[in-house]
């Protein structure tokens, strides 16, 4: 499919939302699961729970993910590939996204945080207001997600990390995946809250991230590629997927990190949105495909060699994570 002008093509949903919402229960009963997880088989999850936080913007457009129909146009066609193993989606997308019958085979899941709006006076205080764990199983979803920005300098943190720390307990009493995304963050002088990207301060809200919950067994990170992504997938033995953001650099750099990064052991896969929903040439099924093309890593090698590249090239890629 392509992006479509046709004002009417989703219009079915709203019928069927206001005649028949059991419909989304049916979908969700009868959908065909996901296989299953191997290590050594990297995963890619597409990420679209970024408007239930108010985060509209994708590079300078401010309202980019505004427009609902055309973001299930995106993810659509991002999901039509058959490289494209899930996705990570606020309960108003997953629903619509199971309605139109584009979850089949694909892993689930789902955004349980999202009451840390962008530009919130408290938006330290990012408080479950999504998917629950008991929602969740009866989706027959595979996990949730949780964004976990600590700020040391804010007393919501704290807040933060015990309803963390009760999600993963919920999900993996239902042997759910956590996929926790942890972010050492500050305001800056602006009132603004900017996540840190050094090495240090990632591995640092890792050690915080993994010892949440009272266990780790069905925890996952979902970490931003920063340099130094050796000295990061060395702080946890956790599965790891890596996220987009919304990045600064080219595509082509983009990419180059994220498949030096890729080739780390412990990566899982990648979890990303806005960067391929929403590329800079307005190509959506060939971003996908580039991305697709990054995963399963090449021999050691080979890998060696793309680790060295995405040294040198890391350097110059600012990689701006506004989750």
Not at 95 to 106: F, H, I, R, S
Not at 107 to 119: D, K, P, T, Y
Not at 141 to 148: E, I, N, P, V, Y
Not at 241 to 256: H, I, M, R
Request: net charge negative.
């Amino acid at each position: 499919m392509s992006l479509s002008e046709d004002p009417r093509r989703y219009e079915h949903l709203s019928r069927q939302r206001l005649e028949d919402p059991e419909s989304i229960s049916r979908a969700a009963a009868t959908r065909r699961r996901h296989p299953g997880l191997k290590y050594g088989q990297q995963s890619f999850i597409v990420a679209a729970d970024h408007p239930a936080r108010g985060a509209l913007s994708v590079g300078p457009q401010p309202m980019a993910m505004a427009d609902r129909r055309d973001l299930l146009d995106r993810l659509q066609i991002a999901l039509a590939n058959p490289a494209v193993d899930g996705i990570l989606a606020s309960p108003d997308i997953m629903d619509d996204l199971l309605l139109l019958g584009a979850l089949e085979g694909k892993l689930v899941f789902g955004s349980m945080n999202r009451g840390g709006l962008a530009g919130l006076v408290n938006e330290f205080d990012d408080r479950f207001t999504g998917h629950t764990a008991s929602a969740l199983e009866a989706l027959g979803a595979d996990g949730g997600k949780m964004l976990t920005r600590i700020c040391l300098g804010d007393p919501d943190t704290v807040a933060t990390l015990e309803a963390t720390a009760k999600a993963i307990d919920s999900l993996a009493e239902r042997k759910l995946i956590a996929m926790v995304e942890p972010f050492l963050s500050i305001r800056d002088a602006n009132g603004k809250v900017r996540n840190d990207l050094r090495a240090d301060a990632v591995i640092k809200s890792v050690g915080i991230a993994e010892g949440l919950g009272s266990t780790s067994a069905y925890t996952w990170m979902k970490l931003p590629v920063v340099q130094d992504m050796e000295r990061v997938m060395a702080s946890t033995t956790l599965p790891t997927v890596l996220l987009g953001g919304d990045p600064d650099g080219s595509q082509d750099e983009v990419f180059a990190s994220w498949q030096a990064a890729l080739a780390l052991p412990g990566v899982q896969g990648l979890t990303v949105g806005r960067t391929l929903l929403y590329p800079h040439d307005g190509d959506v099924a060939g971003a996908v495909a580039t991305a697709a093309s990054l995963l399963n890593t090449p021999a050691p090698a080979a890998a060696a060699n793309a680790n060295s590249q995405g040294h040198a090239s890391s350097d110059r890629i600012p990689v701006k994570v506004s989750e």
